[in-house]
């Protein structure tokens, strides 16, 4: 059958170490943008968003980097542990639609003891 | 409850068949969200309620998916003679505010047609 690891990109860290996950966008008009975590059977969970007026915000552990020059986004998990292994998907709401979110395909982390 | 609730979390139906998905949103959030998740892919929007109104139901597929939530509280999207490229996971998505701010999805109810 199908399995979701053949199509997304993945992402093998040793715990402990720091994880990037990267993300692309393509809409210019997009202003504002959110990283999820969606484990196995469950819902995308929130995790840190960041608007297109930052470059950097940061969380617990989690820092979000945006560049708007490349149209880029990055996920930076600190100190990685085995409970962060997950899907992670960066999403992004396009200026004027406040409430439209149009998520990436999502990369897959997994974290070795 | 405290969070998003999803009901039947499991559905199998028979290609032609009607099935109803429930979603229960936080107690008090105004906005609620439909997402379409096929297997692999990220979740692609559906449809969009302000309390009550459907304000945009420009992801829906095809008519025969319908979506309401006449109380501006729990809400129901439809699918009437289902297909299987209607197999999925739908996910059900609720924020406190007018706009899309920090969403709560509910671990999504998943679709199987045959």
């Known amino acids: 059958g199908e399995s979701v690891g053949l199509h997304l990109p993945t992402l093998s860290v040793q715990e402990g170490d720091n994880s990037i996950i990267n993300c692309a966008y393509s809409?210019?008009?997009?202003?504002?943008f959110i990283w999820y975590k969606q484990e196995s059977g469950k819902g995308p969970q929130f995790i840190i968003d960041i608007r297109s007026n930052m470059d950097k915000r940061q969380g617990q552990r989690v820092t979000v980097l945006l560049n708007k020059t490349v149209k880029h986004l990055s996920l930076q998990i600190a100190a990685t542990q085995p409970g962060d292994s997950a899907v992670y998907f960066c999403?992004?709401?396009?200026?004027?639609?406040?409430?439209?979110?149009?998520f990436g395909k999502g990369t897959l982390l997994t974290v070795n003891p | 409850g405290a969070g998003v609730s999803q009901s039947p979390r499991y559905k199998v139906a028979k290609r032609g068949q009607d099935v109803a998905l429930r979603c229960d949103p936080i107690?008090?959030?105004?906005?609620l969200f439909w997402y379409q998740q096929a297997l692999g892919q990220g979740p692609e929007f559906l449809t969009y309620?302000?309390?009550?109104?459907?304000?945009?139901k420009s992801g829906l597929p095809s008519d025969r998916f319908f979506a309401e939530r006449p109380e501006g509280s729990v809400s129901t999207l439809k699918i009437q003679r289902t297909q299987q490229e209607d197999s999925a996971v739908y996910l059900c998505a609720s924020s406190l505010y007018y706009s899309t701010g920090e969403l709560f999805f509910g671990e999504g109810s998943r679709l199987t047609v045959l």
């Open positions: 309620f302000q309390n009550e109104a459907q304000l945009d």
């Open positions: 107690s008090g959030h105004v906005s």
């Open positions: 999403a992004e709401n396009i200026r004027g639609s406040n409430y439209k979110l149009t």
């Open positions: 809409n210019s008009a997009s202003d504002y």
